[in-house]
T-cell receptor, first 112, second 113 residues
């Protein structure tokens, strides 16, 4: 018979392009929203956080946008490089709970 | 030093074996975490230690036994595991009050035969 596996969302871009990775969330009681990246063979790495009372936060080559009306979070990566190829996870964070709950992840592949 | 180290990198064990995973950090972090990650899935939290005391147990089976002997070390003792426990086990640490910014180790790839 045919087997069906779980397929992560994927994004494939050319080097130098801008990338946008999206994440939907359901819990509005979070204090922060976080982005992590996980390169092949490595543990996740913190990228950037945004407090729930903010709409936008910029870091080095990355910008996170938070739209609380539609419960949507995005990570924009400027001038994407091959080293950005990884799986990207978002997570809400509630200080009183003290734990991360990662989303399913998005695979970003950057072609030279 | 912003590194979290984990040993061993790979571990193969039988269902009757007892083994331990080790994790170490020297960043002065007082919160430490164990996660389990299956292939093509996100990491799932197992345990959280704060000030060397267990603060969160995500209903993990008792065949997994965590231990935090001091502020730099975190162990995960394994006994009578099942093949479905095969996964990547990740350790992380963070400053208290900044639990959203965790530093992860590279993980231990565990295979249960």
């Amino acid at each position: 018979g045919e087997s069906v596996g779980l397929h992560l969302p994927t994004l494939s871009v050319q080097e130098g392009d801008n990338s946008i990775i999206n994440c939907a969330y359901s819990n509005s009681a979070s204090d922060y929203f976080i982005w992590y990246k996980q390169e092949s063979g490595k543990g996740p790495q913190f990228i950037i956080d945004i407090r729930s009372n903010m709409d936008k936060r910029q870091g080095q080559r990355v910008t996170v946008l938070l739209n609380k009306t539609v419960k949507h979070l995005s990570l924009q990566i400027a001038a994407t490089q091959p080293g950005d190829s990884a799986v990207y996870f978002c997570s809400p964070y509630r200080t009183s709970y003290g734990k991360l709950t990662f989303g399913q992840g998005t695979i970003l592949t950057v072609h030279p | 030093d912003t590194e979290v180290t984990q040993t061993p990198k790979h571990l193969v064990m039988g269902m009757t074996n007892k083994k331990s995973l080790k994790c170490e950090q020297h960043m002065g972090h007082r919160a430490m975490y164990w996660y389990k990650q299956k292939a093509k899935k996100p990491p799932e939290l197992m345990f959280v230690y704060s000030y060397e005391k267990l603060s969160i147990n995500e209903s993990v089976p008792s065949r997994f036994s965590p231990e935090c002997p001091n502020s730099s070390l975190l162990n995960l003792h394994l006994h009578a595991l099942q093949p479905e426990d095969s996964a990547l086990y990740l350790c992380a640490s963070s400053r208290l009050g900044r639990g959203y910014e965790q530093y992860f180790g590279p993980g231990t790839r565990l295979t249960v035969t």
